[in-house]
């Protein structure tokens, strides 16, 4: 069995081989997130980046005022899809755990618990936890086959697991999508155009809809409140 989270498998470990084995399979891990925290660096600020994100990430009245950094409110019509992904990623993490792969149940709780204080964050966990909850489902099937509940479920089962053999055999068919592939080189070509076709694909503001010369004359204005603090800048 292919376990995942070395570093908690290593803390669990009875065997001292084993146990050695998990730190041995660590380093690289280890390795790649210094490397990748290292590179960070390399920008025109330097650390100060890191503390920008930081201070903007911390402060109060962005995230009282911001909606994007608002918590997820489940009577919005978006949580009839939330609520099937929180649901499967705590039933599939409880099956990772059980399997000693670590790794993935705290990628799938972590965004979670991520979506939950912040709704920005909603995409990117129903990315995160959904490999995890089809791979929970196709155990839980494959599983079925064998059950002794009931002889209708064992059926089905292994009906749904030939039919999605099936699909995987003709998805693996090599195929060139004619339709994709004329959507991309004709969008390719309006944007290579030495000439564009109309006002449409020019990529400057609608002076009927936003009148950005105006605000060239026109004053700066004054502060209106001097403890109000502002992340960013305008240039």
């Known amino acids: 069995m292919l376990y995942r989270g070395n570093l908690l498998n290593a803390l669990i470990e009875r065997d001292p081989v084993e146990r050695r084995?998990?730190?041995?399979?660590?380093?690289?891990?280890?390795?790649?997130?210094?490397?990748?925290?290292?590179?960070?660096?390399?920008?025109?600020?330097?650390?100060?980046?890191?503390?920008?994100?930081?201070?903007?990430?911390?402060?109060?009245?962005?995230?009282?005022?911001?909606?994007?950094?608002?918590?997820?409110?489940?009577?919005?019509?978006?949580?009839?899809?939330?609520?099937?992904?929180?649901?499967?990623?705590?039933?599939?993490?409880?099956?990772?755990?059980?399997?000693?792969?670590?790794?993935?149940?705290?990628?799938?709780?972590?965004?979670?618990?991520?979506?939950?204080?912040?709704?920005?964050?909603?995409?990117?966990?129903?990315?995160?936890?959904?490999?995890?909850?089809?791979?929970?489902?196709?155990?839980?099937?494959?599983?079925?086959?064998?059950?002794?509940?009931?002889?209708?479920?064992?059926?089905?089962?292994?009906w749904f697991q030939a039919a999605s053999a099936g699909v995987d055999a003709t998805d693996r068919i090599a195929r060139v999508y004619l339709v994709g592939a004329a959507a991309f080189v004709m969008v390719a070509a309006l944007l290579f155009a030495p000439k564009p076709l109309n006002d449409r694909f020019i990529s400057s503001f609608d002076p009927k809809i936003f009148p950005k010369g105006r605000f060239r004359n026109s004053p700066r204005p004054k502060p209106i409140a001097s403890g109000l603090r502002i992340s960013g800048a305008i240039t």
């Not at 041995?24 to 997130?33: D, Q, V």
């Not at 490397?35 to 390399?42: E, I, M, R």
């Open 21 to 158: 084995a998990f730190l041995r399979r660590t380093i690289p891990w280890l390795a790649t997130f210094a490397a990748c925290l290292a590179v960070t660096f390399v920008n025109p600020y330097g650390w100060q980046l890191h503390w920008h994100v930081i201070t903007y990430l911390a402060d109060p009245y962005l995230l009282r005022h911001i909606s994007e950094f608002q918590g997820l409110d489940f009577h919005s019509p978006a949580s009839v899809y939330f609520e099937p992904l929180m649901i499967g990623s705590l039933a599939a993490s409880f099956w990772a755990v059980r399997q000693r792969r670590f790794a993935e149940a705290l990628l799938a709780l972590g965004w979670m618990h991520m979506a939950l204080i912040v709704q920005r964050n909603v995409p990117l966990f129903s990315v995160a936890c959904a490999p995890l909850i089809a791979e929970g489902i196709a155990a839980l099937i494959r599983a079925a086959k064998s059950s002794p509940l009931n002889e209708r479920i064992g059926k089905a089962a292994a």
